[in-house]
C-alpha cells in the first residue's frame, strides 16, 4: 500500500470467490409473513417450510433481482466504485443450471464483473428473498447450488487457475469456509508464496464458533482481516483473548502467527455508526465514518459487504491504508441509504 498515484488498472486484479446468491426482494403483507412464521426484520437460513416461499415470492407484482451473497457484493463494488476498466474484479462461486443461475450470470455482466460460474444440476442456484413490509425486510437464505463449489471441477481447471494467478488483491467471505476451505486455502497459500494481497473477512459470529479450524488454518495467510465488532467479540472468545476492547482485539488478531512476514497483517474492524477500528504498523488508529441522518438510513444490511467493497476499490489502486478506509466509508455511506445491495449509476467519490 503506499502513495496516492493513479496506477492504470488491468483486467482480473481482483479476485473474488465465494457463495452467489441471486437476491429476490419483493413487497409483501404481513399475511405472506405470517404464512411462513417469519418476522419483519430478521435474517434466517431457509428450512422445508420455507420452500414454497421462494415460488410464491417471484409471483408477487414488482418483484427486483439483484445478484447477491457477500462476497459477490464485495467485487460487484469494488468494481462500481472502480467503473473503468470493466472486469477489473473477477469472481467463481457455484450455480445451477437453471434460470435464477442465468439471472446471476446478466446481473454480474451488468455490473461489469468477470464472473465464471462452476454450473452444476444437482442443485438450484442459491437465492435470498428479501420479504419487504414498510421499513423492515425479511430474509430467508437457500444456498443450495452455493453449497456445491468444488476445487477440483473448477478452481484446478487450468484456464480458472490463470485467472487467479493474474490477479493482485483476493478476498474471500469467510462464509465460504462453509462450503470449501480447500479452495480458500490454494488461493490463500498462492498469494502469500508470491507476496500478493489475501483478504478474509469474519463475516458472521457463527464461523468463528463452529468453523474455527478451517478459519485458523487460512490465518497465517491472512494480510487483511475484516469484521465487525460482534463478531471480534466472538472471535476474541474462541481464541481466549480475554478483553473486550476492540484495539486490544485488533492489535492480538494481527500478531496472530503469519507465513509471509514481508506484509505485517492489518486488522480492520467497523462498528455500525462508531469509529472504525484498524492496526497501522504497531499502532491501533479509529477512523470515524461519515456522518448520516437517522432518516436516510434506508436498510443497513449491505453496509458491511459495501465498506469492504469500496476499502478493496483502493487497495488495487495501491493507495494507502486511510484511503482505503475512507473508500470503504464512501461505499457503506451510499449503499445503507437505499433498499439491499444496489447503488447509483456512478460513485461520486473524490
Known sequence: MSTGRKITLSENTLFGMGNPLLDISAVVDKDFLDKFGLKPNDQILAEDKHKALFDEIVKRNKVEYHAGG??????????????????????????????????????????????????QNEEPTGTCAACITGDNRSLVANLAAANCYKKEKHLDL???WELVKKAKVYYIAGFFLTVSPESILKVAKHASDNNKIFCM????PFISQFFKEPLMKVMPYVDI???????????????????????????????????????????????????????????VTMFPVLDIDQNDIVDTNGAGDAFVGGFLSALVQEHALEECIRAGHYAANVIIRRVGCTFPEKPDFQ
Open 201 to 204: 473477512n469474519l463475516s458472521a
Open 70 to 119: 457477500s462476497t459477490q457484493n464485495s467485487v460487484k463494488i469494488a468494481q462500481w466504485m472502480i467503473q473503468k476498466p470493466h472486469k477489473v474484479a473477477t469472481f467463481f462461486g457455484c450455480i445451477g443450471a437453471d434460470n435464477f443461475g442465468e439471472i446471476l450470470k446478466k446481473k454480474a455482466e451488468e455490473c461489469h464483473v468477470d464472473a465464471h460460474y462452476y454450473e
Open 158 to 160: 487450468d484456464s480458472n
Open 225 to 283: 482481516l475484516f469484521g465487525n465488532e460482534t463478531e471480534a467479540a466472538t472471535f476474541a472468545k474462541e481464541l481466549g483473548f480475554e478483553t473486550d476492547d476492540i484495539a486490544e482485539i485488533a492489535k492480538k488478531t494481527q500478531n496472530l502467527p503469519k507465513d509471509n512476514t514481508k506484509r505485517q497483517r492489518v486488522v480492520v474492524f467497523t462498528q455500525g455508526k462508531d469509529d472504525t477500528v484498524a492496526t497501522v504498523g504497531e499502532n
